[in-house]
């Protein structure tokens, strides 16, 4: 059973930066792309970004181009955004998930909250 | 962008009826297109892919259908565990891969 954990939400005032990280288990992590999804307060969802297997692809929202940064360790089964210049819109519930484009597992999800 | 338009925002019925929630594509999308279940407090779950894969584990009461621009979700015979949020979301042209606005299944 695939397994995924995310972490390092918190609350952070605008401009600042935040790292979420999340954990897999129950898969060959390097085989799979994986992304991350967002969804604001009340919202629904909207893609983040996109790696795949081998960090060779990485693809963005065109809201977070340029500000956030996908990565991933694949000897640690561990998929990272670096988020920069943070802005109260980015506020949302992450979640991490397998895959490109058809997004078989999910994360609980990590909250952000950018506010001063 | 492919903009996905899911109707009707809310839908209110009893458990036992039958659920039809519909999601229409800005562009042909032929059958690049999933659905997602989501439960206050939880992650989204996906129920369909490809317009009509049922995904592994999900009841048998959840069907999938269309193709371009228009596209089912059927749920048969409603169990009170499915009274919840549903997205359709579509992997035809991305990134970004989109998704609509949701459907809300409610209590009547």
């Known amino acids: 059973e695939v397994r995924l954990w995310e972490s390092g939400g918190g609350v952070v005032q605008p401009g600042g930066s935040l790292r979420l990280s999340c954990a897999a288990s129950g898969l060959t992590f390097s085989d799979d792309a994986m992304s991350w999804v967002r969804q604001s307060p009340g919202e629904g969802l909207e893609w983040v970004s996109s790696l795949s297997g081998n960090s060779g692809h990485a693809y963005y929202a065109d809201s977070v181009k340029g500000r956030f940064t996908i990565s991933r360790d694949n000897s640690k089964n561990t998929l990272y955004l670096q988020m920069s210049s943070l802005r109260a819109e980015d506020t949302a519930i992450y979640y991490c998930?397998?895959?490109?484009?058809?997004?078989?597992?999910w994360g609980p999800g990590t909250l952000v909250t950018v506010s001063s | 962008e492919i903009v996905l338009t899911q109707s009707p925002a809310t839908l209110s019925l009893s458990p036992g009826e039958r659920a039809t929630l519909s999601c229409r594509a800005s562009q042909n999308i032929n059958f690049f297109l999933a659905w997602y279940q989501q439960k206050p407090g939880q992650a989204p779950r996906l129920l369909v892919f490809?317009?009509?894969n049922t995904a592994s584990g999900v009841p048998g009461r959840f069907s999938g259908s269309g193709s371009g621009t228009e596209f089912t979700l059927t749920i048969s015979n409603l169990e009170p565990e499915d009274f919840a949020l549903y997205y359709c979301?579509?992997?035809?042209?991305?990134?970004?891969?989109?998704f609509g606005n949701g459907t809300r299944l409610e209590i009547k």
């Open positions: 998930a397998k895959d490109y484009d058809i997004l078989t597992s």
């Open positions: 979301q579509q992997r035809a042209d991305w990134p970004p891969i989109t």
């Open positions: 490809d317009a009509s």
